[in-house]
């Protein structure tokens, strides 16, 4: 979530917008330290901070920090045990931030740099108690910030997902991916073959060409075959394996539409450990339903824990 681009429409809306940041946390605490939530005064709220009493208790200081009117930041410390009953029993540090129509333009600018890329701010606290903050272009290992300066992660931090075929499954795991940290190229040759509708983090090509998508895809990117035709899968899985230095490489189908492929892709001279790479069937196991919407749910499963592997790898 673009916190900046919500409190553009907090203010537009509403005349003012708060952000709630976790801070700082210790031991066992809903959301970790750079998760954010933004405020209006109605009372209506973008993100979470983990839900229960906390947000409960963020969302009615936030409120009353926005009823006296924009001021300095406000910190608040919460015992998750002793001061709020829930069972998690750590410490959350939140912070909470009030803007009103004089700041649409410094607000605007963070926006669009986190809108172009930009996941490093630098925050400082102002003479007037506030924050200041400024795209970080500095390198994390060799140029730490200086001091009463501290680092905020912000931006989408998704994974491109090269999704080959638009009929069924491909629906539902559109729509299950939806709210998740992908970002979708979904890629058919058939003439209308795509909806009409369709989430925000998923761009439609139409492409007779399909294996050119993947000579520019990112490193690490994921690719997920399921298309109308074998042959048309196997042209993709192959090409895929072949430039290996994808994330995830999945094919929809049996065992033995991968034993299949399998013998085929050694006979282009694909290696061993490539083949091995290859996820079919797909899908977290111990789910059986063949239903679309349940294999979508069990891929998402599937890519979501893979996501998180390769992340603590890096």
């Not at 709220?45 to 006296?68: H, K, M, P, V, Y």
């Not at 009463?148 to 491109?160: A, K, P, R």
């Not at 430039?243 to 049996?254: A, N, R």
Request: net charge neutral; glycine share 12%; hydrophobic share 45%.
């Amino acid at each position: 979530m673009n916190v900046f681009a919500r409190l553009l429409e907090a203010i537009a809306s509403e005349g003012a917008g708060a952000l709630v940041s976790v801070a700082e946390t210790d031991g066992s605490a809903p959301r970790d330290a750079g998760t954010y939530m933004v405020v209006r005064p109605s009372g209506s709220f973008n993100g979470t901070i983990g839900g229960g009493a906390l947000e409960w208790d963020a969302l009615a200081l936030a409120r009353q920090a926005l009823a006296a009117g924009r001021g300095p930041a406000i910190t608040r410390t919460e015992h998750l045990g002793p001061d709020l009953g829930q069972c998690c029993g750590g410490r959350v540090v939140l912070r909470i931030e009030t803007f009103d129509a004089r700041d649409r333009g410094a607000i605007a600018g963070l926006a669009e740099a986190v809108e172009q890329g930009a996941q490093v701010l630098a925050a400082e606290t102002t003479a007037d108690g506030r924050t200041l903050r400024s795209t970080f272009s500095g390198d994390l290992h060799r140029q730490p910030p200086k001091a009463g300066v501290w680092l905020e992660s912000h931006g989408d931090h998704v994974t491109q997902l090269y999704l080959f075929g638009a009929g069924h499954v491909a629906r539902a795991l559109v729509l299950a991916l939806a709210p998740l940290p992908f970002s979708i190229r979904w890629i058919d040759e058939r003439p209308d073959a795509f909806p009409s509708l369709m989430p925000g983090n998923v761009t439609p090509v139409h492409s007779s060409a399909s294996t050119a998508e993947l000579g520019t895809a990112p490193q690490g990117s994921f690719v997920l075959v399921m298309t109308h035709s074998h042959a048309v899968d196997f042209d993709i899985v192959s090409a895929a394996l072949s430039i290996g230095t994808f994330g995830y490489v999945g094919l929809i189908g049996s065992a033995t539409k991968r034993v299949r492929f399998e013998k085929r892709l050694r006979a282009l001279g694909i290696s061993e450990d490539h083949i091995r790479g290859l996820v079919c069937p797909i899908g977290v196991t111990g789910i059986s339903g063949k239903e679309p919407s349940v294999i979508a749910a069990a891929t998402a499963a599937q890519l979501l824990m893979l996501r998180e592997s390769l992340q603590r790898k890096t």
